[in-house]
């Protein structure tokens, strides 16, 4: 299984960017979607979360300018983020809690991280 992340990049102040995260490989089924970042000297950190069913979850700060959705028949996870700030600068990285086939359980995988870079 693998998750391959992109839509990183360059953006000025008040911008906006859309990542993507798509999942593949022997997938049974996955359950929350989450997107992660980490800035440079500091711990990663949530940033917005999805249920299969769609229920959201955001770090308090982030509510209102960034949005995570998701498309379960391509399995994929985005997250819109907009009227972006120099602070949201960070390497951002999608998670996901999949069933593989002939393992009985979910488990997380990680994406290699995509770099956002908020600067004028």
């Known amino acids: 299984v693998q998750l391959q992340a992109s839509g990183g990049g360059l953006v000025q102040p008040g911008g906006s960017l859309r990542l993507s995260c798509a999942a593949s490989?022997?997938?049974?089924?996955?359950?929350?979607m989450n997107w992660y970042r980490q800035a440079p000297g500091k711990q990663r950190e949530l940033v917005a979360a999805i249920t299969s069913g769609g229920s959201t979850d955001y770090a308090e700060s982030l509510k209102g300018r960034f949005t995570i959705s998701r498309d379960n028949a391509k399995n994929t996870v985005y997250l819109q983020m907009n009227s972006l700030k120099p602070e949201d600068t960070a390497v951002y990285y999608c998670?996901?809690?999949?069933?593989?086939?002939?393992?009985?359980?979910?488990?997380?995988?990680w994406g290699q991280g995509t770099q956002v870079t908020v600067s004028s």
């Open positions: 998670n996901a809690n999949i069933l593989v086939i002939n393992i009985g359980y979910y488990r997380p995988y």
């Open positions: 490989g022997s997938i049974v089924n996955i359950n929350a």
